[in-house]
């Protein structure tokens, strides 16, 4: 089955920004998303269609597709950035989805 | 504003069957794919499906063919899952989400969740 591949974990200091990877063989062919979420809530989507950013968005989070990998930017990070954070596209047919294994993401 | 409310917690025993159901308010029901997607303690995210409400039809993950069955109720915007032969591994948080399609896959609404907890 399709797999979507991140890093188990990120740490980064206040300010600094954190970079999150996800590869998947069918990335070039569908959109990527990404979720933030926070200890014993939902997931919050923070970016869409590769590089969109819902309303309410902190312009903090940007995201860029390259190939077979997307990548999550959080320029200056803040501690209320810290929380685990999972990307989600689909297969090649487009008609199963897939999340990520998810990112730690720790605020030094 | 577009809701997702979901029903209560649910306590189950090793080969029973659950079922969840997620009521949709504040936009047109029939305009979106509704998606489950469970969460185990301390796990990742985990997709099972989605149903169209359309017309009923759904696309099941397939590591839960077999097992799960989706439906929706237009009278009432709810959809439902249904999980069969429930085993400790299917212990996990159930949510609901909607992705409208000018958001390409992605899910822009969650249900607040509902815990299932299979225990003898």
């Known amino acids: 089955s399709y797999e979507l591949t991140q890093p188990p974990s990120v740490s980064v200091s206040p300010g600094q920004a954190a970079r999150i990877t996800c590869s998947g063989d069918a990335l070039p062919k569908q959109y990527a998303c990404w979720y933030q979420q926070k200890p014993d809530q939902a997931p919050v989507l923070v970016m869409y269609?590769?590089?969109e950013r819902p309303s309410g968005i902190p312009e903090r989070f940007s995201a860029s597709s390259s190939g077979t990998t997307v990548t999550l930017t959080i320029s200056g990070v803040q501690a209320e950035d810290e929380a685990d954070y999972y990307c989600?596209?689909?297969?090649?047919?487009?008609?199963?989805?897939?999340f990520g294994t998810g990112t730690k993401v720790t605020v030094l | 504003q577009v809701q997702l409310v979901q029903s209560g917690a649910e306590v189950k025993k090793p080969g029973a069957s659950v079922r969840v159901s997620c009521k949709a308010s504040?936009?047109?029901?029939?305009?979106?794919?509704i998606h489950w997607v469970r969460q185990a303690p301390g796990q990742g995210l985990e997709w099972m499906g989605r149903?169209?409400?359309?017309?009923?039809?759904?696309t099941y993950a397939q590591t839960f063919q077999g097992r799960v069955t989706m439906t929706r109720d237009t009278s009432t915007s709810a959809v439902y899952v249904a999980l069969s032969s429930l085993r400790s591994e299917d212990t996990a948080m159930y949510y609901c989400?909607?992705?409208?399609?000018?958001?390409?896959?992605?899910?822009?609404?969650w249900g607040q969740g509902t815990m299932v907890t299979v225990s003898a």
């Open positions: 504040g936009y047109t029901f029939n305009s979106y794919y």
């Open positions: 989600q596209s689909a297969d090649n047919s487009g008609t199963y989805q897939v």
């Open positions: 989400a909607i992705s409208p399609i000018i958001m390409g896959h992605a899910f822009d609404h």
């Open positions: 269609k590769d590089s």
């Open positions: 149903i169209d409400p359309t017309s009923g039809t759904t």
